[in-house]
């Protein structure tokens, strides 16, 4: 009865391929989120979903894509992998209504380019 | 932007009280949030502050001082098992996600 989940744990690739990384909520929750987590382990938004509609872009490279089949999926692709997009990633989710809004996080994709 | 500042480490002792700062400079105020994170796992909330004042919850409690840009979580009776990252995170209005600081290594010792 995993609330966020995320597929693969552990992504070890080759720079210059594409990888997608995988996350599922099975909370009913409106929005869902991706962030990165640097080896400082400082976490920064990349982007939010709501609804199926992309509600933020934060500067990050057009190499990486968001896609949200549904409500309760939101994919990462990224193409032409670069050694600096090593680190971990982290899915999370949060209900629309007013008020707290929390997120829930997923356990992570820890992403290693060689 | 958002600036969001929190001390690097910190070290306590086992049982002891210890607090956590947080300063943060944004507009559009809407909510502080605070999440451990263990080595390896994910964040997992904590609590949640978007009116001046103290919440409490159990061993935990949260302050915020909105004119202040400022809060802090207090952790009681500390256990071997607090030791984790503490990440103050603040959210805007017209937008969900989250801005974090770096966060606090704490370490707690016997």
């Known amino acids: 009865d995993t609330a966020v989940s995320q597929t693969p744990k552990y992504l070890v690739t080759q720079m210059g391929n594409d990888k997608s990384i995988k996350c599922e909520q099975n909370?009913?929750?409106?929005?869902m989120y991706w962030y990165k987590q640097d080896s400082k382990k400082f976490l920064k938004i990349m982007f939010s979903?709501?609804?199926?509609?992309?509600?933020i872009n934060e500067t990050v490279p057009n190499r990486f894509s968001p896609k949200s089949p549904d409500k309760a999926h939101l994919n990462l692709h990224i193409n032409s992998l670069e050694l600096g997009d090593s680190a971990v990633y982290f899915c999370?989710?949060?209900?629309?209504?007013?008020?707290?809004?929390?997120?829930?996080f997923g356990p992570g994709t820890r992403l290693l380019v060689l | 932007g958002q600036n969001i500042d929190q001390p690097t480490e910190m070290t306590a002792t086992e049982g002891a009280i210890v607090q956590i700062n947080c300063t943060y400079q944004?507009?559009?105020?809407?909510?502080l949030f605070w999440y451990q994170q263990h080595a390896g796992e994910a964040p997992t909330f904590l609590s949640y502050?978007?009116?001046?004042g103290l919440e409490e919850k159990g061993r935990f409690s949260s302050f915020l001082s909105r004119s202040k840009g400022y809060s802090y979580l207090l952790l009681k009776e500390l256990q071997m098992k607090d030791s984790a990252s503490y990440l103050c995170?603040?959210?805007?209005?017209?937008?969900?996600?989250?801005?974090f600081g770096t966060g606090t290594r704490l370490t707690v010792i016997p």
């Open positions: 999370a989710s949060s209900p629309r209504t007013s008020g707290e809004q929390t997120q829930y």
């Open positions: 909370l009913g929750h409106d929005t």
């Open positions: 979903y709501n609804n199926k509609e992309l509600i």
């Open positions: 944004t507009s559009g105020f809407n909510g």
């Open positions: 502050n978007v009116l001046d």
């Open positions: 995170a603040v959210r805007r209005f017209g937008a969900n996600n989250l801005f």
